[in-house]
T-cell receptor
Framework: AQKVTQAQTEISVVEKEDVTLDCVYETRDTTYYLFWYKQPPSGELVFLIRRNSFDEQNEISGRYSWNFQKSTSSFNFTITASQVVDSAVYFCALSESQGAQKLVFGQGTRLTINP | NAGVTQTPKFQVLKTGQSMTLQCAQDMNHEYMSWYRQDPGMGLRLIHYSVGAGITDQGEVPNGYNVSRSTTEDFPLRLLSAAPSQTSVYFC?????????????FGPGTRLLVL
């Protein structure tokens, strides 16, 4: 069965600090997909990144970077030089290629960036 | 493209009332789904559809019905609302979830059941 765990419920840092959001997943499928979404205070869900299980290359997009490690079943998200606008709830999610088509979410991490 | 749209944005119901949450997408996506978001629990899948005429249950389907008569629309029905259904509801769509296509979400409907 699919499962996603985001152990950090809330994180609070001062602006310009680096912060890493952890995501650990469980799946029996060999082909699967991992996602990160951002939910700002306005409430909408914004897609950030998708990664398939065969691509373990880390990805960097501006101040955002993602570290995918199959050996530890983790897909962590790092924000470098955080800004107040990064304050949001961040969700990690997993979908499998076999079985029921569903996207399973972690519980989310509430990130607060203080000025 | 309007993307995924949801109506209403906010609704207050009394226990026992029924209502339909509307969801539409104009991206010709085959896959559509409904989630509810509760504090500390992330998003949980209620029902989903892989195409017109095909629906299936998700993790928390009790108390909700769905149908998919067209590719564009995927309404969610509450037959007899209960306070436990107070939540924020999100509709989402994608081309094909099994191949890892990204799901895009609507703006959400905030429901309060008294």
């Amino acid at each position: 069965a699919q499962k996603v765990t985001q152990a950090q419920t809330e994180i609070s840092v001062v602006e310009k600090e680096d912060v890493t959001l952890d995501c650990v997943y469980e799946t029996r499928d060999t082909t699967y997909y991992l996602f990160w979404y951002k939910q700002p205070p306005s409430g909408e869900l914004v897609f950030l990144i998708r990664r398939n299980s065969f691509d373990e290359q880390n990805e960097i997009s501006g101040r955002y970077s993602w570290n995918f490690q199959k050996s530890t079943s983790s897909f962590n998200f790092t924000i470098t030089a955080s800004q107040v606008v990064d304050s949001a709830v961040y969700f990690c999610a997993l979908s499998e290629s076999q079985g029921a088509q569903k996207l399973v979410f972690g519980q989310g991490t509430r990130l607060t960036i203080n000025p | 493209n309007a993307g995924v749209t949801q109506t209403p944005k906010f609704q207050v119901l009394k226990t026992g009332q029924s209502m339909t949450l509307q969801c539409a997408q104009d991206m010709n996506h085959e896959y559509m789904s409904w989630y509810r978001q509760d504090p500390g629990m992330g998003l949980r899948l209620i029902h989903y559809s892989v195409g017109a005429g095909i629906t299936d249950q998700g993790e928390v389907p009790n108390g909700y019905n769905v149908s998919r008569s067209t590719t564009e629309d995927f309404p969610l029905r509450l037959l007899s609302a209960a306070p436990s259904q107070t939540s924020v509801y999100f509709c989402a769509s994608s081309y094909d979830l099994a191949s890892g296509e990204t799901q895009y979400f609507g703006p959400g409907t905030r429901l309060l059941v008294l």
